[in-house]
């Protein structure tokens, strides 16, 4: 239920906030909050968002960040390899032009060879579109 507006919180994560309230008025100073009540909150923020759950049961957004990401780690190894995901994005800034490379454009008007050094590449459309547009 992520994306509320409306000021509601889902039933869940409102009786989850109740139980940490509990244990915030019987707890001794310093006490540290249970690995029980952790799990709960780490399973909530699995389906409402680490931000939501953590303004909802007035927990430290980090520290419940890092459970959320160990949490992920652990359950991650365990899964079976045809479950992993089939694509993987890469930002085009990781990935490395190759030093140098020959392209090649033909059609039935005649055909043309680009010899690219260095990792500059011009913009390959507009330069085969200025080339076969151009009168003989």
Not at 23 to 36: D, M, N, Q, V
Not at 38 to 51: D, F, I, P, Q, T
Not at 57 to 64: I, K, P, T, V
Request: hydrophobic letters at 45%.
């Amino acid at each position: 239920m992520r994306g509320r507006r409306d000021g509601a919180v889902a039933p869940r994560l409102a009786r989850a906030a109740k139980r940490f309230a509990e244990w915030r008025r019987g707890r001794a100073l310093g006490t540290r909050i249970p690995e029980s009540l952790w799990a709960l909150a780490v399973e909530l923020a699995a389906s409402h968002g680490v931000c939501q759950t953590a303004a909802t049961l007035r927990l430290d957004y980090y520290g419940l960040k890092e459970r959320v990401a160990a949490k992920a780690l652990t359950s991650g190894s365990r899964r079976a390899s045809g479950s992993l995901p089939a694509f993987v994005e890469l930002a085009a800034s990781t990935l490395v032009a190759p030093a140098e490379c020959t392209i090649e454009f033909e059609n039935a008007a005649g055909s043309m060879r680009v010899h690219l050094k260095g990792g500059h590449v011009p913009d390959l459309l507009a330069l085969s579109d200025s080339f076969w547009k151009t009168p003989r």
